[in-house]
């Protein structure tokens, strides 16, 4: 965890005041399931310790005041007048936030808010996620706001979708929210009910980061999304039922494939396969049987590289490199993909070497770094204090 006296004194420093209150909210690594989230289906992810800081304080006007220690700047807005910034494309998770506060008619002060964070960016661990979570509570625990828990998930969502453009899922502010310490969140995104199991003590969730981010990734994965809905559109004919591809299992699609055009029914086949193994994944954890869960990781991947296309060569090879370790059990892209990272499950004892042998494979092959973390699961956002 990073030292809340240090954001605490970097507060006074950039603003001359001590802040009120600090809190913090972390980044998520997805174990499985992907891009489900928005199908109302299953997701398996973890919040990990590393995290986004806030301390704020209120202000007598109606002026937010936001400074990131991250790039160095500030970013100023009357919260009567919000509009999106064109130069600052950090500022607007914060105005994101505080605009979809006021559009629950909850009345609130200006601030002064500054941002620390230790997730990396563009690594697919959620920054975003963490950032608009943090925000968002605190500037609720500054005007008394109860809009916590599910709520304060939804709106750090809807500040993502509405402001920010991406047509994204629950599950990264879910988590940030609601991650629990040594557990995974197996959550059904059709009524946010959520199950925490335990990751067992003799394995580790590794991160490896591609460093590889492709800009093109939010534009593609909106039309991932509405390539699902056109998936449904085009099912009903025969399957009025249904309102998501969460209610069409693998038989339903296989039976009435001939309504789909090819790439349609490559993306639903993903989600509708994803979706069952994310269910058989949760259940092989709970008989702690490791290698079934590596093998579905494995086939996760498979299938968000071939039938969603959401991989990349240098997370192609990342996977192939961690699954030649001895100890590995399974790895595969974790996030939105088009880059990022990937997720793998290692025994305790060979992370040494499957650190040293990913870092130099990729290195060898690609002439790039890998930054590999070993997460500790970690819990939802909360206040801390810095006496
Ligand atoms: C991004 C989105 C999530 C989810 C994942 C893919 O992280 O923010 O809602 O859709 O991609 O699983």
């Known amino acids: 965890m990073q030292d809340p006296h240090g954001i605490r004194d970097a507060f006074t420093e950039h603003f001359g005041v001590r802040p009120r209150l600090i809190v913090r909210a ?18 398996f992810p973890i919040a990990i310790d590393r995290e986004t800081f806030v301390a704020a304080r209120s202000r007598p006007d109606h002026t937010i005041r936001t400074y990131t220690t991250q790039f160095g700047q500030e970013d100023s ?14 500022a607007n998770y914060v105005r994101g936030i505080v605009k979809g506060i006021l559009a629950r008619d909850l009345p609130i002060t200006g601030a002064d808010i500054l941002i620390r964070s230790d997730v990396p960016l563009g690594s697919g661990l959620s920054s975003s996620a963490s950032l608009e979570v943090a925000v968002g509570y605190a500037v609720q625990l500054l005007n008394n706001i109860n809009l916590l828990g599910e709520e304060l998930a939804l709106l750090a969502q809807g500040a993502e979708n509405s402001f920010v453009g991406v047509q994204c899922g629950i599950m990264d502010q879910f988590i ?41 990734g939010n534009s593609e994965y909106n039309q991932r999304r509405a390539a699902c809905s056109e998936a449904v559109r085009l099912l009903r004919a025969r399957l009025p039922r249904i309102s998501t591809l969460r209610d069409v299992s693998s038989a339903d699609l296989m039976a009435n494939a001939d309504l789909l055009p090819p790439t349609i029914l490559m993306r639903a086949r993903h989600v509708v396969t994803e979706n069952q193994r994310t269910l058989d994944a949760a259940a092989a ?16 991947h498979t299938s968000m590289r071939d039938d969603y296309q959401i991989s990349v060569l240098e997370i192609d090879l990342l996977t192939e490199l961690a699954r030649a370790v001895p100890g590995c059990y399974g790895a595969r892209l974790t996030g939105g993909g088009f880059g990022g990272s990937t997720v793998n499950l290692v025994t ?25 973390l070993v997460c500790r699961p970690s819990e939802g956002v909360s206040r801390v204090t810095a006496a």
């Open 348 to 372: 305790i004892s060979a992370i040494d070497r499957f650190v040293a042998e990913v870092a130099a494979g990729y290195k060898a092959e690609t002439g790039r770094e890998t930054d590999i």
């Open 26 to 43: 972390p980044g998520r690594v997805n174990l499985i399931g992907e891009h489900t989230d928005y199908n109302e289906g299953f997701v």
């Open 285 to 300: 954890l709970e008989r702690a049987d490791l290698v079934a869960f590596g093998k579905l990781m494995n086939a996760s």
């Open 176 to 216: 940030s929210t609601f991650g629990r310490a040594d557990h995974a969140l197996l959550i059904d995104c059709r009524d946010l009910s959520y199950r925490p199991l335990p990751i067992p003590p003799d394995v580790r969730v590794v991160v490896c980061n591609s460093g590889v981010h492709h800009n093109l």
């Open 77 to 90: 807005f009357d919260i009567g007048h919000i509009e999106r910034s064109s130069d600052k494309p950090w």
